[in-house]
C-alpha cells in the first residue's frame, strides 16, 4: 500500500488542475499565506503569495477578498507587488483586481504578493471555546475563505497551499499538510510553517491556533494519524478520536490510497458538526464525550478525505457527490463494521429525514435554483445523495457498484466532477444505461409515493394487489414485496418491476400468507400506504 500511495502522490502532481468556475480567466497554482495572529485584538496582518496561470488573455487579475466595512470587520489591502514593482488595484465590493503591468495572453503565468490586514467578518473565527480559552479556526465552507484570505473562492480552482503562522507561544497551530518548521521568536512569540503540495479547493484550507493536548494514536500505512484536543478533556477526547485510525484503514481498503500525509482529527469551534478540511477534520467541541457517539461523524468526515476533498463537485450543485457519497460511505462503514441491521436502520431514519424535508422545499438533488449554499446542506445532498448510491448499488450489483466507486475516485481524484461523470463511470463499470435512474432520482423533484393494495385469494391461492405511484412523474425501480406462508419458516421475497403509474402483481401462493411487508429490506426511498382488501 505505502508503493500505491507514493503512485498516487506522483500523478497529483501531473494532474492538470484547471478552474472550471464560470467566468474564471485564472487557475490559481498555489497559495503562500504568512499570517500574524494576536491575543490583544481580532486583527490580522496578513501576506499573500498567489501564483497563477491564465486561462485567456487578460490585463486583469481578480481575486476574492471582503472588503473593510461600517461595522469595522473585513480586510484592507495596503500593497500589491509582482517582483519589485509595485502593482495598482481595487478592492471593492469584496473584489480584489489587480492591474497587470501588461496584458497577458491564455498560458502565461504571475507570482503576486499582497499585504492586508484586518478583522475576519466570517471564515477565521476567533473567540473562546467552552473552557474559556481563545483560539483561532477558520471554517471556509462553502465560500467563506475570502473573509480572511485572498483567493479564487470556488470547490473547481485548486491549488497547493503553505500558511505560515506566527502567534503568541502558548498556542499550538495546525494546517493543512505537513509541519515544516516550528521556531521560538522573540516576545514570546512563535512561527509554526505547514505545507500542502496536493491541490486542494479553499473551502478545505485551514488553519487553528489553540491550547491542545496533541496524541500520536499510530499510523495506517505509513500515514501518522493525531488527535489534538482541549487539555481539560484530552482523556475522553484521546479515546473518542483514537477512532480514526481503524476507520482510515477500513476507506484506503474500501475506496483507493489516502491522498496525504497526515490525518490530525481537531476538537475546533467550527461551526459544523464537523469539517473535512484536507488532512486537519475539525470536529465541533461538543464531539468529545467519551463514549464515541462520534464514530459516525469521524467516519463521514474522513470519507471526505476521498469525495469532497480530492474528488470534488465542480460546482455547488452537485454539492451531493460529496455529501451523498460520505453519507453513505459511512453507512457502508457501519455495515461491515457493526451489522447490516445497523445499516438498515440508518438508511430507515435517512428516508424519514428525506420525506420530511420534501415536505417543505421540493426541488430535485442537482438544483441549480440556490444561490445560497449553506441551504444546500440539507436532506437531498446529505441523505437522499446516500440513498440514490443505496439504490444504485442494488440495481448494478455490489461488484460494479464498488468497481465504479473506485473507477470514479481514480479518474477524478486531484480533479473535479459534475453528476454526469459519475454517470458514465457507473455505466462504464455495470454495462448499463443508467440515463433514467439519474434523471428520476438525481434531476427530477421528489420520490415515488406509494397508494398499494393486496389480497389473498384463498380458492385460487393467489396473492394480487395494485402500486400506484401517486406524485406526478411515476418512476422505474423494483419493489420488493415479502410474506411468509402458512406453515413455511422463512419468508418470500420477490422483486416487483414497477414503471407505470399503476403496476398490478399477482403471485401464486401454496398457503394463506401473513405477515406482509413492503420493501422488508429497506432499499428503496419512497413513502405510502399499505392496505389489505378490495
Known amino acids: 500500500m505505502r508503493k500505491a500511495l507514493l503512485l498516487l502522490l506522483a500523478s497529483l502532481l501531473l494532474y492538470p488542475v484547471m478552474a472550471q468556475r464560470p467566468g474564471s480567466s485564472i487557475d490559481v497554482s498555489a497559495y503562500i499565506y504568512e499570517l500574524e495572529l494576536n491575543d490583544l485584538n481580532n486583527q490580522i496582518n496578513g501576506k499573500a503569495t498567489v501564483n497563477a496561470v491564465f486561462l485567456q488573455e487578460s490585463s486583469v487579475l481578480q481575486l476574492d477578498l471582503i472588503s473593510a466595512g461600517k461595522e469595522g470587520k473585513g480586510m484592507t489591502v495596503s500593497g500589491v507587488t509582482a517582483g519589485n514593482k509595485a502593482l495598482s488595484f481595487t478592492h471593492l465590493r469584496d473584489t480584489l483586481r489587480i492591474a497587470l503591468e501588461s496584458p497577458v495572453k491564455k498560458g502565461d503565468s504571475i507570482s503576486v504578493v499582497i499585504r492586508y490586514s484586518g478583522v475576519p467578518a466570517d471564515g477565521l473565527i476567533i473567540g473562546r471555546n467552552k473552557f474559556g480559552h481563545r483560539g483561532f479556526f477558520s471554517d471556509n465552507w462553502p465560500n467563506r475563505a475570502r473573509n480572511w484570505i485572498p483567493c479564487n473562492d470556488h470547490p473547481a480552482d485548486k491549488a497547493g497551499v503553505e500558511f505560515i503562522i506566527t502567534a503568541p507561544d502558548h498556542y499550538q497551530v495546525v494546517a493543512n499538510g505537513v509541519q515544516l518548521e516550528e521556531t521560538s521568536l522573540p516576545d514570546k512569540k512563535k512561527l509554526t510553517h505547514y505545507k500542502e503540495t496536493v491541490p486542494l479547493p479553499t473551502k478545505i484550507m485551514v488553519i487553528g491556533a489553540a491550547d491542545f493536548a496533541v496524541q500520536y494514536a499510530g499510523d495506517v500505512n505509513c500515514i501518522p494519524v493525531y488527535s489534538w484536543i482541549y487539555p481539560e478533556n484530552k482523556d475522553k477526547g484521546f479515546y473518542d478520536y483514537a477512532l480514526a485510525k481503524d476507520i482510515l484503514a477500513y476507506f484506503i481498503d474500501l475506496v483507493g490510497p489516502y491522498a496525504y500525509r497526515k490525518l490530525a482529527n481537531v476538537q475546533s469551534t467550527t461551526m459544523f458538526g464537523g469539517m473535512e478540511n484536507a488532512s486537519t477534520i475539525f470536529y465541533s467541541e461538543n464531539s468529545v464525550t467519551g463514549n464515541r457517539k462520534c464514530e459516525g461523524l469521524i467516519a463521514h468526515e474522513i470519507a471526505h478525505q476521498w469525495f469532497g476533498n480530492m474528488a470534488t463537485e465542480a460546482d455547488w450543485s452537485h454539492i451531493w457527490l460529496s455529501e451523498g457519497f460520505a453519507t453513505y460511505m459511512t453507512i457502508l462503514y457501519f455495515e461491515r463494521t457493526h451489522s447490516q441491521d445497523t445499516a438498515m436502520d440508518m438508511r430507515l431514519k435517512d428516508r424519514k429525514a428525506v420525506i420530511t424535508f420534501s415536505k417543505k422545499y421540493n426541488e430535485p438533488v442537482v438544483d441549480n435554483t440556490q444561490t445560497d449554499y449553506l441551504q444546500l446542506l440539507n436532506a437531498n445532498s446529505y441523505q437522499k445523495g446516500g440513498w440514490v448510491l443505496h439504490m444504485l448499488r442494488k440495481q448494478i450489483g455490489d461488484s460494479a457498484f464498488l468497481r465504479g466507486?473506485?473507477?470514479?475516485y481514480a479518474q477524478y481524484a486531484g480533479k473535479n466532477a459534475v453528476t454526469e461523470d459519475l454517470q458514465r463511470v457507473m455505466e462504464k463499470a455495470s454495462g448499463r444505461n443508467l440515463s433514467r435512474f439519474f434523471k428520476q432520482w438525481l434531476y427530477t423533484a421528489g420520490h415515488p409515493q406509494l397508494d398499494i393494495r393486496w389480497q389473498y385469494d384463498a380458492d385460487k391461492k393467489y396473492i394480487t394487489g395494485t402500486v400506484l405511484q401517486l406524485q406526478p412523474t411515476a418512476f422505474e425501480f423494483p419493489l420488493d414485496l415479502s410474506w411468509t406462508?402458512?406453515?413455511?419458516?422463512?419468508?418470500?421475497?420477490?422483486?416487483?418491476?414497477?414503471?407505470?403509474?399503476?403496476?398490478?402483481?399477482?403471485?401464486?401462493?401454496?398457503?394463506?400468507?401473513?405477515?406482509?411487508?413492503?420493501?422488508?429490506?429497506?432499499?428503496?426511498l419512497f413513502e405510502g400506504t399499505v392496505k389489505t382488501g378490495k
Open 405 to 408: 466507486v473506485r473507477s470514479y
Open 485 to 524: 406462508e402458512e406453515g413455511e419458516q422463512s419468508p418470500t421475497v420477490i422483486a416487483l418491476r414497477v414503471k407505470e403509474a399503476k403496476t398490478s402483481f399477482s403471485f401464486p401462493v401454496k398457503g394463506l400468507p401473513v405477515d406482509f411487508k413492503v420493501d422488508p429490506g429497506v432499499n428503496l
